[in-house]
């Protein structure tokens, strides 16, 4: 069932890593980062570019010229085994998957040690609720990814006009994070066609998980209107789109999977995605659909009952304005149906599929 707050839940990641990446739904989150020492330059698929595109004409008023910089894609890792031109491949395959990219995003991980203990730490973190991590990088590293974060964001010139206090809290916030070991899986948004994915791996997460993970937040920054630019664009406060979480979530979650395989040259996404809510849902005898495995089972039965197109999830259409946040908000019929029946799976022969009645009710 539906509830006021859509929660964004992962229990496989939970009970394997300790990851909490449900503490936060930063689906339209400014934020930046502050450091005093110089970053390395990220890998950049457009730096040469959009330097290019950066000047303005001599005599050419600035306002005139205010427009959301393309700095290109870049992507830093400084998570071992993974390197930059890996993390650039991951930005490059999924912008390639959009019809409409943002024209700036940085792909950021870096790697967290074990989970402290198993309760929250909002007095580390202005309130956010991750848990605290031991510190899993050296002192150069930890002030690099810090600073690679700020050296992106202060390059940006943004068409819209931006709070610069705002922006300044956002850097402290994504500071914390980073200083003090929060398992953080979010994705920044310093100007509308300028984002970011970023991700603090903890120890023991498999790639594949990781990589599932990653691809879920970067749909999130490629999405244009999720709830924080639909409340600016209707003048609506957020609260009143918090039901329609649910589908960001699995879109999002949905996405991952399928980026995740396709990277790994697999096409086994569907299975991943109705194993996990199948194998969740035998364990926990739990429907409450703030699950985001639950979330992404749903977009696939919608999918399969023709009432939502796997290419638009894909390439990100359904985000291209604010309609969907009245077609699929769960007071509408199709949503309700969903919420009620997305765990109808069942595995034959090994194969995970949705039953005949929940296709076809």
């Not at 950066?54 to 830093?76: F, K, N, Q, Y």
């Not at 990277?263 to 809510?277: E, P, V």
């Not at 364990?283 to 919608?302: H, I, K, P, W």
């Amino acid at each position: 069932m539906f509830t006021d707050t859509q929660i964004m839940l992962l229990p496989g990641l939970r009970n394997k890593s300790g990851v909490a990446l449900g503490a936060l739904l930063a689906l339209g989150l400014l934020a930046g980062c502050s450091s005093s020492g110089p970053a390395e330059t990220p890998v950049s698929a457009e730096s040469e570019a959009a330097a290019g595109e950066t000047s303005v004409e001599e005599g050419e008023p600035a306002d005139e010229a205010r427009v959301d910089v393309p700095t290109g894609l870049e992507g830093r890792s400084f998570v071992e085994g993974i390197d930059d031109a890996e993390v650039l491949a991951w930005v490059e395959a999924g912008i390639a998957e959009m019809s409409q990219p943002p024209t700036s995003f940085l792909g950021l991980i870096w790697p967290i040690g074990q989970e402290v203990d198993e309760e929250p730490d909002p007095q580390l973190f202005d309130g956010d609720m991750f848990r605290e991590h031991t510190q899993a990088m050296s002192d150069e590293d930890l002030q690099a990814t810090v600073a690679t974060f700020t050296t992106w964001q202060e390059n940006l010139v943004c068409a819209e006009d931006k709070d610069e206090r705002e922006l300044a809290d956002g850097a402290e916030r994504v500071e914390r994070w980073i200083v003090h070991g929060a398992d953080v899986a979010t994705a920044p948004d310093p100007c509308q066609k300028a984002r970011s994915a970023v991700y603090a791996w903890p120890q023991g997460v498999e790639e594949t998980t990781a990589k599932q993970v990653f691809f879920h937040e970067a749909y999130h920054g490629f999405s244009n209107y999720l709830i924080n630019q639909c409340s600016q664009a209707e003048g609506k406060p957020e609260e009143t789109y918090e039901g329609i979480r649910w589908f960001a979530e699995g879109t999002a979650e949905y996405f991952g999977k399928y980026m995740a395989a396709k990277i790994d040259g697999r096409d086994d996404y569907l299975q991943t995605i109705l194993g996990n809510a199948y194998e969740d849902y035998r364990g926990s005898g739990e429907t409450d659909f703030r699950n985001a495995y639950y979330q992404a089972a749903g977009v696939a039965l919608m999918i399969e009952r023709g009432s939502l197109e796997a290419s638009k999830v894909k390439d990100g259409s359904y985000f291209h304005d604010c309609a969907y946040m009245e077609t699929y908000h769960p007071d509408q019929p199709e949503p309700q149906y969903i919420a009620n029946n997305f765990y109808h799976i069942e595995k034959v022969g090994g194969v995970y599929r949705f039953t005949d009645e929940a296709v076809a009710g």
